[in-house]
């Protein structure tokens, strides 16, 4: 034997002759292999079993120094009914059948590094579904915890999505695509409330700051509706919880917002009263707000223009509220 050492594991390296290795090592207790381990699967056996009997104790624990090479690298082309992993957990109560922790430096923050990166390439998948969470138990599917801090101006998202459609080169094919999906479907024997989406904005601070449940912004389309309510009796309601006053109540703003004065008889907005026959939407009537003058920092003359329609579908002007306190009539 060649190479003796205390607790060295012994190899055959030729005919009745041992090799006592160097970075195989066995102490009775803890085996230990400093070189590279390979195994291969016999066949109707598992490659590598880990029976742990100790409750607390790690099963397994890697410990990588690891800086431009994969800590854990799994490469399954061939699965087609089965999972790549499969954990299974029937008595968690505090803890996580999966956690990543990142303490990483802030100097990765700008996008250069992700928690969890999922990435579903290939393009002809169209059913494929990158990230599916099923939860038939407790009271909230998703949690998003997201907090901020510091004294720097930031702009913070606690979800954001980015969806891009390449344009084809050719072709009249129809694309309807959506950003965000809700589907919500729930029976109840009590007098329940069923709600589609839930916002609660609640602003604190010691400056100046604007609040907005919903801010939409649209632009690129042949025809813009920022909100589509259908459904019947659905429709747009405000309800407002502050003390009733002689300033106070439900409100709808509608604002012409380029940034410059309006010039006289330009269009504040317009409210539109409307019917759908099946294939077209056909306005029967509107109320318009136009400036009655320039606008300036001390004029905001405005007046209240009422239209129908009539059979030809033309708009007819049948009533006028100018800023004089005028009311004029249609003929």
């Not at 041992?18 to 292999?33: D, K, Q």
């Not at 920092?297 to 405005?302: A, R």
Request: hydrophobic share 35%; net charge negative; with cysteine.
């Amino acid at each position: 034997m060649t190479n003796g050492y205390d607790n060295r594991i012994i190899t055959a390296t030729g005919t009745d002759a041992m090799n006592a290795e160097a970075n195989l090592t066995f102490n009775g207790t803890t085996l230990s292999c400093q070189g590279n381990a390979t195994i291969s699967q016999a066949s109707g056996n598992t490659s590598l079993l880990i029976s742990d009997g100790d409750n607390d104790q790690i099963a397994l624990d890697i410990q990588a120094n690891n800086t431009v090479a994969d800590v854990l690298n799994i490469t399954a082309n061939y699965v087609t009914t089965a999972n790549v992993i499969d954990i299974s957990c029937d008595a968690l109560t505090t803890g996580s059948a999966l956690k990543i922790e990142d303490d990483s430096s802030v100097a990765g923050v700008g996008g250069a590094r992700n928690v969890v990166d999922i990435y579903q390439k290939n393009t002809a998948a169209t059913v494929a579904i990158p990230l599916s969470v099923r939860s038939d138990g407790g009271q909230t599917g998703v949690l998003i915890d997201k907090n901020a801090s510091g004294v720097v101006g930031q702009n913070v998202s606690a979800l954001h999505i980015d969806l891009d459609r390449t344009v084809a080169g050719s072709g009249t094919a129809a694309h309807n695509d959506v950003g965000i999906n809700i589907d919500v479907n729930s029976r109840s024997l009590g007098t329940s409330t069923l709600k589609g989406m839930e916002i609660d904005v609640v602003g604190a601070t010691s400056g100046t700051s604007t609040a907005y449940g919903i801010d939409i912004t649209m632009s690129g389309a042949d025809y813009h509706e920022g909100i589509r309510v259908e459904g019947p009796n659905a429709g747009f309601v405000h309800k407002n919880p502050t003390t009733s006053s002689a300033t106070e109540g439900g409100r709808i703003v509608l604002t012409s917002n380029d940034g410059a004065a309006l010039g006289d008889d330009h269009r504040l907005g317009v409210l539109q009263f409307a019917a759908h026959d099946g294939s077209d939407t056909i306005t029967g009537a509107s109320i318009a707000a136009y400036a009655d003058a320039g606008w300036s920092t001390t004029v905001n003359d405005t007046r209240l223009a009422f239209y129908t329609m009539d059979g030809d579908n033309n708009a007819e002007l049948s009533l006028t509220l100018d800023s004089d306190l005028l009311a004029t009539f249609a003929g």
